[in-house]
């Protein structure tokens, strides 16, 4: 199967700083990523939805100007926490997929934010 | 709106089957996903139905009816390791997936 590949797995960061997030797919081109976010002992909560090219489309109630998402290529999608706050800590997944009747979404490892 | 329902949590026994449903509201439909998320990893992928029926894989089957917007993933012989949450997911016309909550599977012995 498809690979996607997100760095990194964990990061630590303090309160008031920036933290960026990458997921790739490494062989194949996503045409559109999705970002989500998942708080302990509770399911998938989709952030938002990137397509290469254009503007991410945010779920109600995520804050966009706090959660950036570039999706400037069609391998690479970067999700950066702004100003993070212990709230933010979190698991935080992406994944990829390509247009298609049947194409699954392949999902990279996530990544385990704390702030401190 | 686009909609997908599926049971918070179920709890099933050890060696027994369990039916978890998925019932769906979307514009267009290109195909439903189940797949399994184990704490703190990534999901992976179990099956995909887009003709209505029964799709069988091992001790996990799929079922799809399109005309009733509904679906359900059967696990039979259940096993400790089967705890897990179960992701409903669809495919709508504009090829864009749409994913339930989630459904949190207890196994007890």
């Known amino acids: 199967g498809a690979v996607v590949s997100q760095h990194p797995s964990w990061v630590i960061c303090k309160s008031g700083t920036s933290v960026k997030i990458e997921c790739r797919s490494l062989d194949f081109q996503a045409t559109t990523m999705f970002w989500y976010r998942q708080f302990p002992k509770q399911s998938l909560m989709l952030m938002a939805t990137s397509n290469e090219g254009s503007k991410a489309t945010y779920e109600q109630g995520v804050e966009k100007d706090k959660f950036l998402i570039n999706h400037a290529s069609l391998t690479l999608s970067t999700l950066t926490v702004t100003s993070a706050h212990p709230e933010d800590s979190s698991f935080y997944i992406c994944?990829?997929?390509?247009?298609?009747?049947?194409?699954?979404?392949?999902f990279g490892q996530g990544t385990r934010l704390t702030v401190v | 709106g686009q909609n997908i329902d599926q049971p918070t949590e179920m709890t099933a026994t050890e060696g027994a089957i369990v039916q978890i449903n998925c019932t769906y509201q979307t514009s267009g439909f290109n195909g439903l996903f189940w797949y399994q998320q184990h704490a703190g990893e990534a999901p992976t992928f179990l099956s995909y139905n887009v003709l209505d029926g029964l799709e069988e894989k091992g001790r996990f089957s799929s079922f799809l009816s399109r005309s009733k917007g509904y679906s359900y993933l059967l696990l039979k012989e259940l096993q400790m390791k089967d705890s897990a949450s179960y992701l409903c997911?669809?495919?709508?016309?504009?090829?864009?997936?749409?994913w339930g909550a989630g459904t949190k599977l207890i196994i007890k012995p």
């Open positions: 997911a669809v495919k709508d016309s504009n090829y864009q997936l749409i």
């Open positions: 994944s990829a997929s390509t247009p298609g009747r049947d194409t699954e979404a392949f």
